[in-house]
């Protein structure tokens, strides 16, 4: 079984910048989609990026278009979330997660811990 280890969270200004990793264990990382979720305080967990296997499929919640870029390194059987232009409404726990498939960019059946992302105004 996969697990998933996020990091690169923290305290940021709005207008600032963050990355996060997410790291995988075993040998498959490879064979499936990846996706980042976020869940803030009092909020249900929503949907904020997703990239296929390869990389040559991602999809973005509206929210972000234009702000955030997923991208993985299967060499390195990580993921990464480039947020950019941050808002105070960025403010949650973002978890990654593993995708059904390969190329799945809607359906992900595993989470990790998560890591804190604060945007102060």
């Known amino acids: 079984q996969v697990q998933l280890v996020e990091s690169g969270g923290g305290l940021v200004q709005a207008g600032g910048s963050l990355r996060l990793s997410c790291a995988a264990s075993g040998r498959t990382f490879s064979s499936y989609s990846m996706g980042w979720f976020r869940q803030a305080p009092g909020k249900e967990r929503e949907f904020v990026a997703a990239?296929?296997?390869?990389?040559?499929?991602?999809y973005y919640a509206d929210p972000v278009k234009g702000r955030f870029t997923i991208s993985r390194d299967n060499a390195k059987n990580t993921v990464y979330l480039q947020m950019n232009n941050l808002k105070p409404e960025d403010t949650a726990v973002y978890y990654c997660?593993?995708?059904?498939?390969?190329?799945?960019?809607?359906?992900?059946?595993?989470w990790g811990q998560g890591t804190q992302v604060t945007v102060s105004s």
């Open positions: 997660a593993r995708g059904a498939t390969m190329n799945t960019l809607t359906d992900f059946v595993s």
């Open positions: 990239i296929s296997w390869s990389g040559g499929g991602t």
